[in-house]
């Protein structure tokens, strides 16, 4: 009930039109995300990787502790880049680097780095 609550508050024209459209590209975002993490799961699994399903939970559970350190310490450090683009343009290199890194890869050790 809180969702209806924060979208049917009387707000100015233009504060609810992007609250709509931030809520409508956050869960398009999700969408994306999840749909990218099983095409790498698949990815894996077959040429020139061919990796067993063991090794791809161990991939995946580091990627996940990597994502969990790196919020912790922007939650952190949150105060100084609160009021600038510097998160985003972290997150986006850092998702860039790592799809460079996974395309080029030949060896196992290279996807833990990536």
């Known amino acids: 009930m809180r969702i209806v609550?924060?979208?049917?508050?009387?707000?100015?024209?233009?504060?609810?039109?992007?609250?709509?459209?931030?809520?409508?590209v956050i869960i398009l975002l999700q969408i994306?995300?999840?749909g990218a993490l099983s095409m790498f799961s698949l990815?894996?699994?077959?040429?020139?990787?061919?990796?067993?399903?063991?090794?791809?939970?161990f991939l995946a559970g580091t990627q996940a502790v990597a994502v969990v350190l790196f919020s912790i310490l922007t939650a952190l450090s949150k105060k100084s880049l609160d009021k600038t683009y510097v998160l985003a343009i972290l997150g986006s290199l850092a998702a860039v680097i790592n799809l460079i890194i996974v395309s080029f890869a030949r060896r196992i050790w290279l996807l833990y780095i990536g």
């Open 43 to 57: 990815y894996l699994y077959g040429r020139p990787m061919c990796l067993d399903a063991l090794r791809v939970s």
């Open 5 to 24: 609550t924060v979208f049917a508050a009387k707000r100015s024209g233009t504060k609810q039109q992007q609250l709509v459209l931030i809520t409508i």
């Open 32 to 34: 994306m995300v999840l």
